[in-house]
């Protein structure tokens, strides 16, 4: 990986066959037009993974566990109410800075998944999870560590 921007991961396809995914996180203002549509077509599923987070509440977040599970699904919650929408030009825009072996997607979209859902499905979570993870945990840390006047 050349920056911090940069992620990678390995996910099968329906028939077992693993594939290398890259992607460069979505600049902050395109990112953040991105997560205010997310919100608008997904916000049940924006506010279980906020749950996930902050099941308890905000204060004292940072010293509780976040409920993996909960939070995983979650973001498959809303990688299936965009597809559930039927919001192809969506999904495209959260995978446009992603990579299938070394093939970008918008190159190679309708054929990598033809037949192949479940692929779709997980490199969509894996990329919302990595654009959009942080949304409601990284404020709160910087908020309670700064100083109080």
């Given at each position: 990986m050349a920056s911090s921007t940069e992620r990678a991961i390995?996910?099968?396809?329906?028939?077992?066959?693993?594939?290398?995914?890259?992607?460069?996180?979505?600049p902050a203002g395109e990112g953040w037009k991105l997560l205010a549509k997310l919100g608008r077509v997904a916000g049940r599923a924006f506010?279980?993974?906020?749950?996930?987070?902050?099941?308890?509440?905000?204060e004292g977040a940072l010293d509780r566990k976040v409920d993996g599970v909960a939070l995983g699904a979650a973001i498959s919650e809303l990688a299936g109410k965009m597809v559930e929408e039927g919001e192809v030009d969506l999904v495209q825009s959260v995978l446009r800075y992603a990579t299938r072996d070394s093939e970008k997607l918008a190159d190679c979209f309708d054929k990598a998944y033809q037949g192949n859902y479940g692929e779709l499905l997980a490199a969509l979570a894996w990329v919302l999870g990595e654009n959009f993870g942080t949304v409601a945990t990284a404020p709160f840390g910087r908020i309670q560590s700064g100083s109080r006047g």
């Open positions: 390995r996910l099968p396809d329906a028939s077992g066959a693993e594939h290398e995914y890259r992607i460069v996180l979505h506010g279980s993974g906020l749950d996930a987070l902050f099941g308890g509440g905000v």
